[in-house]
Structure formats: structure tokens, C-alpha cells
């Protein structure tokens, strides 16, 4: 659950790009500040799954397990 979490995370910048559409100024240097955020976000979160993995841990993204785990609770009680 994770990882979709993380997929939808991806997928955010391309929608604000979208939504707004801002092509030069300061909206655009927002918009690259934003792409590079979450880049640099994912990459972290890759390194830190490497690195528990290597060392024989299950990786728990604080942030991201927590929205996922929100996410089945909802589909749990949804189903009940």
C-alpha cells in the first residue's frame, strides 16, 4: 500500500502543471520547486527501503504508512 501511496504522490505535480499552467516567472519556479521536492522526497524514501531491507528490516515510511493504513481502515469498515 505503500507504494500507491507513493504513486499518487508522482502523479501530483503533473495535475498542479496541469491545473494551472504556469509558463514563466514565478509560477513556474514554484512548479520546478515542487517537481524537485517530490523527487528528491521519492529518492529518499527508495534509499531509506534500500537500506532497512539491507539490514533485514520491513520499511515504514512514517508519512506514507500512516495514509495507507487510513486507506485500509476505510476500506475495512466500508466493507463491514
Do not use: M, W
Given at each position: 500500500m505503500?507504494a500507491?501511496?507513493?504513486d499518487?504522490?508522482?502523479?501530483?505535480?503533473?495535475?498542479?502543471?496541469?491545473?494551472?499552467?504556469?509558463r514563466?516567472?514565478?509560477?513556474?519556479?514554484?512548479?520546478?520547486?515542487?517537481?524537485?521536492?517530490?523527487?528528491?522526497?521519492?529518492?529518499?524514501?527508495?534509499?531509506?527501503?534500500?537500506?532497512?531491507?539491507l539490514?533485514g528490516?520491513?520499511?515504514?515510511?512514517?508519512?506514507?504508512?500512516?495514509?495507507?493504513?487510513?486507506?485500509?481502515?476505510g476500506?475495512?469498515?466500508?466493507?463491514?
Open positions: 505503500q500507491v501511496v507513493l499518487v504522490l508522482l502523479i501530483l505535480p503533473t495535475l498542479v502543471e496541469r491545473t494551472f499552467g504556469p514563466g516567472g514565478i509560477g513556474l519556479q514554484l512548479l520546478i520547486i515542487f517537481y524537485n521536492t517530490v523527487f528528491l522526497f521519492l529518492v529518499s524514501c527508495f534509499l531509506f527501503g534500500v537500506f532497512s531491507c539490514l528490516k520491513t520499511p515504514r515510511l512514517p508519512i506514507i504508512a500512516d495514509a495507507a493504513d487510513q486507506q485500509i481502515e476500506e475495512l469498515t466500508d466493507r463491514l
